[in-house]
């Protein structure tokens, strides 16, 4: 699995592990749209009294200059890297329905506008992943114990 520094990144790799095509990248912003920090529904009470300052100017879906901030242009050049990885599988494919940053390797169309001219009605097929997990508890215990006991080292 993907690690990309929020829960979107692991949302977007469980679909393309899953074989979700086209993955539809909605309220991935990356920016202060709106000089917003989460949508209003989204707001946790300890953001409602912190401040999310601009820190740096990006290009934004309609090749604009927008203010973010450090922490969410990591979030979108680590979504951007992870698209690269698939820029050469035509099984998937991600598409930008948000309004903030661009988002390389995602071109930017409308929610409504692929909601009504695809066509959901067609043969569907299963969700597999490509892949089996095959996991050891104790083994993966074991491994885990390691790694934190080797940071006291």
Do not use: W
Not at 41 to 52: G, H, L, M, N, Q
């Amino acid at each position: 699995m993907y690690c990309g520094g929020s829960v979107s990144h692991a949302c977007i790799d469980i679909a393309n592990m899953l074989g979700c095509s086209p993955i539809l990248l909605t309220g991935q912003d990356f920016a202060l749209t709106n000089k917003k920090h989460h949508a209003d529904s989204a707001v946790f009470p300890f953001d409602s009294s912190s401040r999310y300052d601009a820190q740096i100017m990006i290009k934004d879906v309609n090749g604009n200059l927008t203010e973010t901030t450090v922490t969410l242009d990591s979030f979108r050049r680590n979504l951007e890297y992870y698209i690269s990885c698939y820029k050469d599988q035509p099984r998937v494919q991600f598409i930008n329905c948000s309004y903030g940053a661009e988002i390389k390797g995602a071109p930017h169309r409308e929610l409504s506008e692929i909601l009504e001219k695809s066509t959901f009605s067609g043969q569907k097929t299963p969700c597999r992943p490509n892949h089996e997990l095959n996991l050891n508890p104790e083994k993966t215990i074991k491994t885990i114990l390691e790694f934190f006991g080797s940071l006291s080292d």
